[in-house]
């Protein structure tokens, strides 16, 4: 509860390092994995797919785990008293959207002289 008042620098940097080192990474490597079954790596079967697995992140993660690990560690759902439900849904889908769009930036990057690909 302390870490939200006012701005927990502390707080925010292991946050974003385990967010982005737990749930976002497995459901990247999740849409990465759909992506390869189903040899789709553009165009709207792409971004549904991105959709998809942005929405299931919410549904699971925030709605199914959060609750019960906020409620074992802190007594209640920080998340829930703190995030309007919109805006976690709306966070949600725009992370999956933007799986969708990781190929293409790829593709256009491995393009283009000077890219990371060029030089390896």
Do not use: K
């Not at 190929?103 to 283009?112: C, I, K, N, Q, T």
Request: hydrophobic share 55%; glycine share 10%.
């Amino acid at each position: 509860d302390a870490a939200l008042q006012g701005v927990n620098v502390g707080a925010v940097l292991v946050g974003l390092v385990l967010h982005q080192a737990g749930p976002s990474l497995a459901w990247g490597l999740a849409y990465g994995a759909i992506l390869h079954a189903t040899d789709r790596r553009s165009g709207a079967v792409a971004v549904l797919i991105g959709a998809a697995v942005g929405l299931a992140s919410q549904a699971i993660d925030v709605n199914l785990v959060m609750p019960v690990a906020m409620r074992a560690l802190h007594g209640h759902d920080l998340w829930a008293e703190n995030v309007p439900a919109l805006w976690s849904w709306a966070a949600h889908l725009v992370f999956g959207l933007s799986l969708a769009c990781f190929p293409e930036v790829m593709r256009r990057l491995a393009g283009r002289p000077g890219s990371a690909q060029d030089a390896a």
